[in-house]
């Protein structure tokens, strides 16, 4: 407000200055004016010219000032230009609605609320606007279309009136009322008022263009500060624009690395592994430098306090609508009560999988005991039966533990040096009824060693074999690949039968997936093999995927184990997260 | 092996209890029970000497483990299978710290994983033992799924 009046005692003094500009031009259009009132017209017609470069001064100084205010100083203006008591501006045409802003000169802000509320474009007021041209009276009382003044309303008689037009359109009204020395407004005060509006109107519009634009700004900026997010921007050269609250408080004092761009890092962003987010794979600069999309990725910040702030990260480049990179947005979404949960569930998982097991091994045992004890062929049969049924649902137990630590990201793996040739055949032999279809193709030198979990890629073998099995069509040769790059150790498993549908390869992966093209199985599983051998692969270092050639009807099962690992395993293998939970104890317990 | 090994078996679930000892009676055992760790302490002190011990995890009073180390601690080198249903990753550590003659079977586990157990724990004579056979797998027909029959071998 306070730079709003100032803007309009800045344009007032050089009012009262008065400069040439727009006088030469006006005044050789108004050349019928009669000489006599020639001067005062020049004068006045360069009162209009720095009244409204003023007005574009005010307008220009925004955002700091805003649309009441240039309206105040139009309103001030024409009040000066035409001698006038009383001056208004009221933006609208709708006669239902009332002028929003309404603006007045001459009445003070106490006495204007005692009239009351902003007037409606209605009456003589509304007239204007109705009929988009000037009204100029020398008693606005005697007119037929003027209404009761309001209890408190000064009494007003001459008025003068025109519209504010933008581009043609009315937007709004200028108003002066009561011609100081003299009974009525005369013709060139109302020139000199149209002369005000025209230029009045482009103003008003640029300042409420201003002024929506900082509405949004600052509804934006509120929004963006409210939301639970972590919430950065950056411009197209990679400044940060912004930062909202919820980011603020996962910033790390204890960070003077720069980013390329200069911006100081002050988020400790991290894998989940606990390794940090080089400068330039963070992925707000990600977004600029390669224009890569994130989408809610799990990573880990390190706060100050060393304590480790579960986060998903989304983060994309802003577009121009011609295409080039306008900046990039990146959000932190703090997944500390998600991991909580998840976290409580997999305690509950394990308590609940210890409980069935205790079960299960009764029956295991007793049945196996019943076994020796000497049967009939058929009783004995039925005995297989029961046990048989008792591993599978142990089996289904493992695999829901399994899956909660996958989910969890805490699959533990204890690495050691494993010849991946010699366990795939160690695998296929314990299958006998894969042993005689299944060819292995090691790789040339016949032996690969990778730095594993004998178990748990035992685990994912099997799972990959009777995958197959369940794909191929009966008797046909299933062939495992064993191959090397310099970086990785592959296993590639094919089966020939019917090929898995191309739209289903994505999904092959998903917990309770079941292919279409799958045999009905008399044992059927969860649908959690292959999620659970993704997720092992994966807490491995390695990647997991599918191919299918519908053609040669063939489906194959890759995964791949990183070879430069060696080292680097079993640092990388502890869980960062670890830090964020409340560990289990030392001490198992029931 | 002892003809008819005197074995002390503990887990708080009575009917794994029994089933524990029916099979190890099966293999020619002399079972003596216990349902708690506390009732493990007791009868190792009061009713040894026994050639092997049998015992959970998580028990009411004290966990297997706990009586073990306590055992160890008064310098009884009795050999010792340890069962467990529970997925705790520090399990086969613990278990590795009650020395050479300790063998970890997990639960679920067949009468031929404990048989091997049995036998590898009473036939060795040297205090340790290493372990040289793959558990038998529960269901032959899914290597790989019963992972966590393994044994801790140092």
Redesign the interface.
Known sequence: VSSSFASIVKTLMKIVKGQNGLAGRAGTALTDTPDTDRDLLCRQIEDVDHASTSVFEAVASLPESSVRAVLQAIAVQARHLTSAEFAAVGIGVNPRRPFDPWVISGISHEQALTIGGYPRPVGLLGLVAKENKPIRLRDLREHPDHFRFMPDHPIMTSFLGVPLRYQGRAVGNLYVANKRGASEFTEHDQRLLEMLASKAGVAIETARLYAAEGMQHAWLQTVIDQMPEGIVLMDAEGRVTMQNRSMLSLVTSDRHERDRFGNLITVDLRQVSGERVSPDNLPIVRAIVHKATTHGDEYVVRRSNGRLVPVLVSAAPIFTTNGEVAGATMMLEDISTFKELERLREEWI?VI???L??????????A??L???GLTDGVEDDIRHI??A???L??MV?DL?DVSQVEAHRM?I?PSLVDLVRLVQ??VT????MLSRTSIRPPERGHLFVLADA??L??????LL?NAEKYSAAGTEIQIDISENDREARVSVTNYGTAVLADELPHLFDRYFRSRAVKTSPTRGLGLGLYIAKGLIEAHGGRMWAESDASGATTTFHFTLPLEAYELLPSTMVPAAEETTSS?G????? | MVAHPRVLVADD?S??L???S??LT?LGARVVQAENGAELIERLADEGPFDLVVTD??MPWM?G??AMYASRLAGLAVPVIV?????????PTKVRALGGRAVLLR??????S?KAAVTLLLNSETPNVRSRALPT????????????D?WADR
């Open positions: 394990s999988a210890h409980d097991q205790q079960p299960i091994s009764t029956i295991l045992l007793m196996d005991a076994l020796q004890s046990r048989s008792a591993a599978r142990s089996r493992n533990t533990r204890s160690d695998v314990r299958m006998p009824e178990e748990r035992e685990q994912v073998v099997a799972n009777s289990a030392d001490e198992p317990e029931e | 679930d009917l794994f029994r089933a524990v029916k099979a099966g995890v998580s966990s483990l706990e069962m467990t249903a529970l997925a705790h990753e520090r399990i639960k679920p586990f067949d009468l031929s404990l797998p529960i269901d032959a027909a899914t290597p790989g799924t019963n992972r966590d393994q």
